[in-house]
């Protein structure tokens, strides 16, 4: 019998450091997924766009800012030139370190600490080709049904979790119908979904926040 697989989309901000909950979910949360050999039953797509904006000529409004649009467009990028999750989430998840850590300035430094090439991003950004991507991602965000409230929005098996998010795993092995069920699986009981739904910080589309310095 096949392996399923549970799709598992997420839609995030780049970076917020007045929402630390954002880059947690990252750092914290989506790392077990490959610590607990979870990854194996999880189509994971990262989805760069959050709560920006698309105003007249394209032109991209994020809601924290100009350095918000940067980080978006260059993981939007770095998901692009290293299409397998591998190979790009280790570099996001580098620079979502950064951001919990307020130190989202040194976001180049990952690239040697995840063997990739700068130069492919900044390729990718300057060239306008990010742009194109982001483009992509807000129609992707936009079409969600239901429509998308805040970020984060983590979406399991199509039905959105809303803000019980952080209980992410409880949902994707519930929703698991393949033969072979991974050890945090038959670990996990999921009773906790219904028993246990509890809720986590959220940045709503609307909220006005300063932006952040570059």
Known sequence: MATSRTALPLFFLAHLLLFSSL?????????????????SIVD???????NAKLRGNNTIDCQHGPYECLLNTVEACAIDIWPQLNEHFPFINCVET?????????????FEKSGLDSKLIADCY???????LEL?????TNNLHPPHKY?????????PLYEDYENFISYVCK??????????CSELSIDKIIQGKSTHPVCYKETTVPSLSS
Request: with cysteine; proline share 7%; aromatic share 14%.
């Open 136 to 140: 992509e991602y807000a129609a992707e």
């Open 126 to 132: 300057t060239s306008g080709y990010g742009k194109e």
């Open 98 to 110: 950064l951001v919990y850590q307020r130190q989202y300035p040194e976001w180049e430094s990952c």
């Open 175 to 184: 929703a698991y119908r393949g033969s072979s069920i991974p050890k945090a």
């Open 151 to 159: 970020v984060p929005w983590v979406v399991v098996d199509g039905q």
């Open 23 to 39: 880059p947690i979910l990252i750092i914290n949360y989506l790392t077990k997924l490959f610590e607990d050999d979870l990854i």
């Open 44 to 50: 994971l797509r990262l989805v760069p766009w959050g």
